[in-house]
């Protein structure tokens, strides 16, 4: 358990709906970092939150929305969902808001839009 | 914005060393390496914030050359164990990742 936790771990979808994505950081980290990973492909960057925050964006679609509240859990929100948006999304947090200490990444939400 | 990395796959056999590099475009100010093994979420190996810094433990070592804006990661006498896809991560704010280079150690 890396202490990053994310639910649902699975979600079967048909195109055109919408789902939220859970993620609770790692006790004492305030940073939450959302990636986007398709099959055998690599990690692209959607959105990070600081404290409650939006810090940066990432290659995140109209489509997709996130906040992140005050006891610090953050919900990734993907709407008007395609055949394409299947794929590995992972949540990550690190006790800063600069990439000077490491991530812990939770272990996915795979998403299966049908 | 994304880091380069090379080899896209190494195929090692136990005992093995391998390199992997990774090259940015832009100005690093630190790097990270993670590993995925398959199904599985990254986990965080190591970070190098100064340019020239090396850091290692086991038989996992890094360098971070700043002025080539490049970072190396060595794995000296592979095991099975270290079969997995290692990205390397880079940027200032937010992180960026490569491509991945898969790994594989074979007995």
């Known amino acids: 358990d890396s202490g990053v936790t994310q639910t649902p771990k699975h979600l079967i979808t048909a195109t055109g709906q919408r789902v939220t994505l859970r993620c609770s950081p790692r006790?004492?980290?305030?940073?939450v970092y959302w990636y986007q990973q398709s099959l055998d492909q690599g990690l692209q960057f959607l959105i990070q939150?600081?404290?409650?925050?939006?810090?940066a964006k990432g290659n995140i679609l109209e489509r997709f929305s996130a906040q992140q509240f005050p006891d610090l859990h953050s919900e990734l929100n993907l709407s008007s969902l395609e055949l394409g948006d299947s794929a590995l999304y992972f949540c990550?947090?690190?006790?800063?808001?600069?990439?000077?200490?490491?991530?812990?990444f939770g272990s996915g939400t795979r998403l299966t839009v049908v | 914005q994304q880091p380069v990395q090379s080899p896209q796959a190494v195929i090692l056999r136990e005992g093995e060393d391998a390199v992997i590099n990774c090259s940015s475009s832009?100005?690093?100010?630190?790097v990270h390496w993670y590993r995925q093994k398959h199904g599985e979420a990254p986990v965080f190996l190591m970070i190098?914030?100064?340019?020239?810094e090396q850091k290692g433990h086991d038989k996992i070592s890094a360098s971070f050359n700043e002025k080539k804006q490049q970072s190396s990661l060595y794995l000296t006498a592979s095991q099975l164990s270290y079969s997995g896809t290692y990205f390397c991560?880079?940027?200032?704010?937010?992180?960026?990742f490569g491509a991945g280079t898969r790994l594989t150690v074979k007995p």
């Open positions: 990550a947090s690190s006790v800063s808001d600069r990439t000077n200490y490491g991530y812990t």
């Open positions: 006790s004492g980290d305030l940073s």
């Open positions: 939150y600081y404290n409650g925050e939006e810090r």
């Open positions: 832009k100005a690093l100010y630190s």
């Open positions: 190098l914030l100064k340019g020239g």
């Open positions: 991560g880079t940027n200032n704010n937010d992180m960026r």
